[in-house]
């Protein structure tokens, strides 16, 4: 799910400030299927949206990458995307260690959330009173004025979500996720023998939460009286997309503890 996909015949290839990429079919198929399948305008501006994102995402990853002397390619696939280093571009800094992998995690929210600043300085200057805070209810909250161009708004509108709600989603300590990978470093930073399974066994804890949180939200939510199958699945979605996250957990875990014979 997470691993790099095989080519295929139908992929797209280009090249974007001297980084190769790579999209796979299965990548627009997601989007499409996010996207709840709606009005053809809103899917097709939804999908646009997330692939900027997702593509400014793994771009920071490629720019710490270089930073510490590395080269990288991206691939962007079925549940989101990848920065893959290859080679060594000069020899000094090092992308191995601690903080480095911390850094090199982080950069691809970070990228997000610069692209959402800006976005929001932009709209400022052009006088549309965007705002951006912090709730109890829904933990951040934004929205702006809407612009004569219905277009216009709705993909700003997409771009601000994705970029905020996405990139706070990965840094969740959950594994692969980047919040995940930089749990992992420091905790094996802190404690080079248990620390990785320690960040697993956090990352497990996290995964079910959040899945058991999701799933009390949809129960206590009023089911609309009319509901496809492809809408059901939405609802269900992030139940089952922490779910699975918790199941990769359990394996890395168990994995790093001796194998399936061995108790935690």
Sequence with gaps: MFAEPPESAYDLRFRLLGVPVRVHPMFW????????????????????????????????????????????????HGFGGLAIPHGVRRVGRSA????????????????????????LGGMWLAGLSPYLRFSSARLVEFGFMRLPRYELTILLYYLLYVNIWWGLFN?????????????????????PREGVARSLTLSLVMAGGMG???????????????????????????VLLFGYLAWISYQALEQERGGWGRGW
């Excluded at 919040?179 to 420091?186: C, E, F, K, M, V």
């Design 29 to 76: 198929f997601m989007a499409l299927m996010l996207s709840g399948l709606g009005e053809p305008l809103d899917v097709l501006i939804w999908v646009a949206a997330v692939f900027v994102s997702i593509l400014v995402h793994e771009l920071g990853h490629c720019a710490a990458f270089r930073w510490y002397g590395a080269d990288a390619h991206v691939v962007l």
């Design 96 to 119: 191995g260690g601690t903080w480095p992998q911390v850094c090199i995690s982080f950069a691809g929210p970070a990228a997000g959330f610069v692209l959402a600043a800006l976005l």
């Design 171 to 191: 840094l969740l300590p959950i594994y692969p996720l980047d919040g995940g990978q930089i749990s992992r470093a420091l905790f094996a930073a802190a404690n």
């Design 212 to 238: 058991l949180w999701a799933l009390w939200k949809v129960l206590r939510a009023e089911p609309p009286e009319q509901e496809t199958g492809l809408a059901l699945v939405g609802r269900f979605w992030p």
